[in-house]
């Protein structure tokens, strides 16, 4: 599986921005995979930053490029 660097650095090459370690993790939740848990999160239950949805596809087609989904 790809670390979020290598999700990060992909999504920068290709679109031009590279995506918070939170929105990823959001979208591996959304997607049924199991994202790391922060140390530094507040809560188990609340996201301070969801991923936008404008980010949405770019993060979904760059685990399609890895494999993960």
């Not at 650095?9 to 979208?27: D, F, L, P, Q």
């Not at 199991?34 to 949405?56: F, G, L, W, Y």
């Amino acid at each position: 599986m790809a670390t979020y660097k290598d999700i990060q650095t992909y999504i920068k090459n290709e679109n031009g921005y590279v995506a918070k370690s939170c929105w990823i993790a959001h979208m591996k939740e959304l997607h049924g995979l199991k994202p790391r848990i922060s140390a530094r999160r507040i809560s188990a239950d609340h996201r301070v930053h969801p991923c936008p949805e404008n980010k949405q596809a770019d993060i979904l087609a760059a685990f399609k490029h890895f494999e993960m989904v």
